[in-house]
């Protein structure tokens, strides 16, 4: 069965500076891997979604990495803002089942 | 593009009372649909998956007479909590995914607050 674990489960940080969000994966059977954002009470905003052929994406501040064998991922956030505060979410999606298996997620503060 | 609309976006039911949760694929065809649970500071549990035309799949431990899953169209899916109990208070969530959209991706509804009193 696959697992999702997400470290820390949170994080407060200063405004400006660089920081690193991590999730494992148990099993590496996995088709791609995707991190989201979580404001409260609201739904999810995809960030990045790699394949599980690709090794990292890139959108703005943002840059994830995948290490399928290691069953890892990070989340690097560069110059962090306030309005960067939310919870973060990684899901991955089992090979051919469909289904996307979520950590427990990081709530991340940004403090001016 | 790629938008999933839910209805209601919140709603408050007396215990024992049915509610009905709508999923819409506003601008694409949706071959399946998702429905997640989010109870407070936990992470989204799919808790079954549903193709147009035939039978949900649920997830072990979800109820499937209690958790009743349409999907008639391609763009709708409707969740219904029948009998709705105060542990059934949670954050419900649906996803919709395509085949003539990015293979294998999910687009997230804003979600539904169920409260039962």
């Known amino acids: 069965k696959q697992e999702v674990t997400q470290i820390p489960a949170a994080l407060s940080v200063p405004e400006g500076e660089n920081l690193v969000l991590n999730c494992s994966f148990t099993?590496?059977?996995?088709?791609?891997l995707q991190w989201f954002r979580q404001d409260p009470g609201k739904g999810l905003t995809s960030l990045l979604l790699?394949?599980?052929?690709?090794r990292e994406q890139t959108s703005g501040r943002l840059n994830a990495s995948l290490d399928k064998s290691s069953g890892r991922s990070t989340l690097y956030i560069a110059a962090s803002q306030p309005g960067d505060s939310a919870t973060y979410l990684c899901?991955?999606?089992?090979?051919?089942?469909?289904?996307?298996?979520f950590g427990q997620g990081t709530r991340l503060t940004i403090n001016p | 593009g790629a938008v999933v609309s839910q209805h209601p976006s919140w709603v408050i039911c007396k215990s024992g009372t049915s509610v009905k949760i709508e999923c819409r694929s506003l601008?694409?065809?949706?071959?399946?649909m998702f429905w997640y649970r989010q109870f407070p500071k936990q992470s989204l549990m799919l808790m079954a998956t549903?193709?147009?035309?035939?039978?949900?799949?649920?997830e072990q431990g979800v109820e499937k007479d209690k958790f009743l899953i349409n999907h008639a169209s391609l763009t709708l899916s409707t969740l219904t909590v029948t009998s709705a109990h105060p542990e059934d208070s949670s954050f419900y969530i649906c996803?919709?995914?395509?085949?003539?959209?990015?293979?294998?991706?999910?687009?997230f509804g804003p979600g539904t607050r169920l409260t039962v009193l």
């Open positions: 996803s919709a995914g395509s085949i003539d959209r990015v293979a294998d991706t999910q687009y």
């Open positions: 099993d590496s059977a996995i088709y791609n």
């Open positions: 790699i394949q599980s052929s690709q």
């Open positions: 899901a991955v999606l089992i090979q051919g089942a469909q289904k996307l298996v």
């Open positions: 601008d694409f065809q949706a071959t399946t």
């Open positions: 549903s193709n147009e035309g035939s039978k949900a799949t649920y």
